[in-house]
């Protein structure tokens, strides 16, 4: 498709029009079934992993609920993906748990209540930054970073439901940790357990790939609680949900909780927001990306504030993009927010009629429909992808630095499974951006030759004749502070015994700044007295004017072609 046929598909498109539940536009009457289906596969999903993660952050196990119902729907009014899931995450849980146990005593009110205010702030603060347009900070975060951050987050969230699956203890810490405390418990493995969980992870692959059509996590989620109910696996040591509490929560601000509190709670809450809104835009861009729409990310964080603060009022806890819901919800055929939207009136329902239900669910069933949503997330073939991302010229310019996106993915990946999600993020983060300053400080400076009526790269062209006097050279980078004196060495490096004339070949150098102008200043005085002369051609835009403006009593003379800058040289000498 054209780029014209692009942008005019994007000005059509009735979801880009709306403000309010921008996935409804233009609505479908066949997308209405794998969003029905597609909610309700999400909802046997979220219903047990919301009671769990509220367990997480310290709190009772409806409060997961009480979270998601205002996530789901107030997500779904203001966010800009189709398939995201927003409601209670086990990173972002550990993080309000972390956040509050210094603040009030774990099970106590005052707990409970500030866990709500927490994510009152998240909310607060979320809503603000989507308004000041402060989505562009996504654009920091490359789309490698984002890949090594989604495998990673995967691994660990696989590695947290193992030990459901096989009914033994989970170890505390990282990813690696929780790896050597997993085969450590292997040997006090549950059979009934193992063979439950074993067998829910192998029914739903099995419908996954060989009957699409079929909810499959929730056809195993129905059969493991009839089993439950027939046999009574619940009194033979299989863990189950367990008690919930029914009806919806009260809604308004948490009592107890003071103007000061919310203040103090300002700085964690940009913490929460920030891990939040990474593993929330990294799941929605995936999705994204393979349904073939556009995120965006200012959207994003307006609805993912909401979420939160829709949250906190009604007695919830920190929600963000969940990654593992999102995938169950992609993969069971979701079309628009309207599967969130059932998923949101499903858990009221269970919240006034089915909490009993839930509560017969084997643990393990509920790790092995997680595991088979976040597999297929472990992307190495794209990460063997970006490691194929290298070349001879590549390796010889930028030495390690040349497999950039390769290292950046890499960072993320091993941050996160050894540090957690934040640092995770933020190291890989840390390493893009350190790798794209190393390199932008050292530019590659191409020796040029004229053939085939251009001037090309000496390096491609070895059979091309070129005058031993007269040295082409460019930069292909913008010239700044970083890189200057690396640049200047390089053309100094260049320079032959029966050189005369050097013209650099500005076109591919975009900027110049001060320190980059006065470096080229310098150059052309100590070239002149070796008896060189320095001229520049061909610079567009805000070079030249920055040039003439930075050393305006320099003899820098610039022309519209090399050829032009070469015979104003000869003709000078």
Not at 291 to 313: C, F, K, P, V
Not at 407 to 427: R, S
């Amino acid at each position: 498709m054209t780029s014209a046929g692009r942008t005019s598909r994007k000005q059509t498109d009735p979801a880009r029009r709306r403000f309010l539940f921008a996935s409804l536009g233009g609505y479908r009457r066949g997308w209405l079934r794998p969003d029905l289906l597609a909610g309700l596969t999400v909802w046997a999903v979220l219903v047990p992993e919301s009671l769990a993660y509220a367990g997480i952050a310290g709190l009772p196990p409806v409060v997961g609920l009480y979270a998601a119902v205002p996530a789901l729907v107030l997500y779904a009014a203001l966010g800009s993906s189709r398939h995201l899931v927003v409601g209670p995450m086990s990173a972002t849980a550990a993080l309000s748990a972390a956040i509050i146990a210094p603040l009030a005593a774990g099970g106590s009110d005052r707990y409970v209540a500030l866990a709500a205010a927490l994510a009152i702030v998240t909310g607060i603060v979320g809503l603000l930054a989507g308004l000041l347009r402060l989505g562009f900070v996504a654009a920091f975060i490359s789309e490698p970073v984002l890949k090594g951050f989604i495998v990673g987050l995967a691994l660990t969230i696989i590695v947290g439901q193992v030990p459901k699956l096989f009914g033994v203890e989970r170890a505390e810490g990282n990813f690696f940790e929780q790896t050597w405390g997993l085969l450590g418990e292997l040997g006090d493995l549950d059979v009934r357990t193992t063979i439950i969980g074993a067998v829910s992870l192998i029914l739903v692959l099995a419908v996954k790939r060989w009957l699409p059509l079929i909810p499959g996590s929730l056809l195993v989620v129905l059969l493991a609680i009839t089993a439950v109910a027939l046999f009574g696996f619940d009194d033979k040591g299989v863990a189950i949900v367990g008690h919930i509490d029914a009806g919806l929560p009260t809604l308004g601000l948490p009592d107890g909780v003071g103007a000061d509190m919310f203040l103090d709670l300002v700085g964690p809450a940009c913490g929460v927001l920030l891990i939040g809104f990474a593993e929330g835009l990294g799941a929605a861009k995936t999705y994204a990306a393979r349904a073939g729409y556009e995120i965006d990310a200012n959207r994003e964080l307006a609805g993912m504030g909401a979420a939160n603060l829709g949250s906190g009022l009604c007695a919830g806890m920190v929600v963000n993009g969940s990654l593992s819901k999102t995938a169950v919800n992609g993969g069971a055929g979701a079309r628009t927010q309207l599967s969130g939207l059932v998923v949101a009136l499903a858990t009221v329902l269970t919240l006034l009629f089915l909490t009993g239900l839930f509560e017969k669910l084997p643990e393990a069933t509920l790790a092995a429909v997680v595991i088979a949503a976040v597999v297929e997330l472990v992307d190495f073939a794209a990460l063997r992808a970006l490691y194929r991302v290298w070349t001879r010229r590549l390796g010889s310019i930028y030495g390690a630095a040349a497999r950039a996106d390769f290292a950046a993915a890499m960072a993320a990946m091993v941050g996160v499974l050894l540090f957690d999600t934040l640092p995770g993020l933020v190291i890989g983060i840390a390493v893009s951006m350190l790798l794209l300053l190393y390199r932008s400080s050292r530019p590659h400076v191409a020796a040029l030759v004229r053939a085939d009526n251009r001037w090309v790269e000496i390096a491609d062209h070895p059979g091309a004749v070129s005058d031993p006097s007269v040295l082409v050279v460019r930069v292909e980078a913008g010239l700044y502070f970083a890189n200057a004196d690396h640049v200047r060495t390089r053309i100094e490096d260049l320079c032959g015994d029966r050189t005369e004339i050097v013209v650099l070949d500005a076109e591919t150098s975009p900027f110049v700044d001060v320190s980059a102008a006065r470096m080229l200043a310098e150059l052309h005085d100590g070239l002149r007295r070796r008896g060189v002369e320095l001229r520049i051609a061909r610079d567009i835009g805000q070079f030249g004017d920055t040039l003439r403006q930075a050393v305006p009593g320099a003899d820098l003379k610039v022309y519209p072609t090399v050829r032009q800058a070469i015979s104003d040289a000869r003709r000078e000498r």
